[in-house]
Each structure stands twice: as structure tokens, then as C-alpha cells.
């Protein structure tokens, strides 16, 4: 590519360009990040989040014939760390932490037709942030989460997942 010429002007405008072009292709659909991609197929349609009896749950989805898949599906026991039911506000939640009985405060999940259901292994480390809680059916959740599963034996050990989001209440 030697002697291609850039205007000045393009090379000012097309980082704004990128940008466009990134937003353009919507903020539903898309693929998961990190080494599991190597060993699973991590691409979503929609993305759901939903607080529920002091869980948060974030799912990415994909339509499988009538019904769908649970692609990826990151959890997290928050209930003591809301000051009120009323909280809407952001949360930034360590996966990882052992809460009082022992268990790790998040986990992760996959529920897909036609494969065995295996469980992940614990985290190692993990991250779960959202900008805001849903609370009503079709409010919008933007955040992202960052998983590192323990070494160990299990096919996953060691591997990483991590996304942004853009997510729905159901």
C-alpha cells in the first residue's frame, strides 16, 4: 500500500466514520468474546436482562426453531447489595465473590437444544457492571461482563468470556 495518499480530512473523519458505521449495525445481535469462542459457538440475536428475586441475570439469546436458545447466560445474587426495592441505579458486582454459605456470588450458564447441558466452572475472576437495573418489562440495560474460569480438568478451565451489552427487560 505504499504511496497511498490520505486527505487531511479523512483522516480526521474517519474515526467519527467507524464509529457510525459500529452503531449502524444495531446494538441486537453479535457474537460473545474470549477463548471459549474457540470452543463454542457464542453468537447471539437479542440480549434480555432481567432482576429477579434478588438475581440479576443478563442472557443472550438466539431464536431455535419455535422456542430459543440461552447462548450464554450471566448471573449474579445482588439482593444484599440493593439499599432499597426501589434501587434502579448501577452495579458494579464481583462474579467471583465467596458469599457467606461458601458459594460464589455469580455464575454462568447454557441452555441449548440438542447439546448436553454442562455446567462452567467456577470463576476465578469476573465482572458484572450495568448502568441501570430493570425494572419494567422493555427497559433498556447497557453494561458489560468479564468472566475467567479456574484451572483445572474441565474443558473450559482457564478460558475467558467477556462482552458489552445492550439489553432488554423481557
Not at 452503531?23 to 468474546?33: P, R, S
Not at 449474579?76 to 439499599?83: G, I, N, Q, S, Y
Not at 440438542?114 to 425494572?135: A, I, T
Amino acid at each position: 500500500m505504499e504511496g497511498l495518499q490520505v486527505s487531511a480530512s479523512f483522516r480526521l473523519i474517519a474515526p467519527v466514520l467507524f464509529a457510525l458505521a459500529a452503531t449502524a449495525c444495531g446494538d441486537e445481535g453479535g457474537k460473545l468474546e474470549g477463548s471459549v469462542t474457540e470452543l463454542l459457538d457464542l453468537r447471539y440475536q437479542r440480549t434480555e436482562a432481567a432482576l429477579a428475586e434478588g438475581t440479576l441475570a443478563v442472557s443472550f439469546v438466539k431464536t431455535q426453531g419455535s422456542g430459543q436458545d440461552v447462548v450464554l447466560k450471566v448471573s449474579a445474587r445482588v439482593a444484599d447489595m440493593l439499599p432499597d426495592n426501589e434501587y434502579a441505579g448501577s452495579l458494579d458486582i464481583d462474579l467471583a465473590e465467596a458469599l457467606e454459605d461458601g458459594s460464589q456470588r455469580g455464575s454462568v450458564d447454557r441452555s441449548v437444544l440438542d447439546e448436553p447441558v454442562r455446567p462452567f466452572p467456577q470463576l476465578v475472576r469476573g465482572n458484572l457492571f450495568v448502568k441501570s437495573l430493570p425494572k419494567n418489562p422493555g427497559d433498556r440495560v447497557s453494561g458489560e461482563f468479564n468472566v475467567t474460569f479456574t484451572n483445572g480438568t474441565d474443558v473450559y478451565s482457564g478460558r475467558t468470556i467477556f462482552s458489552r451489552f445492550e439489553a432488554t427487560a423481557p
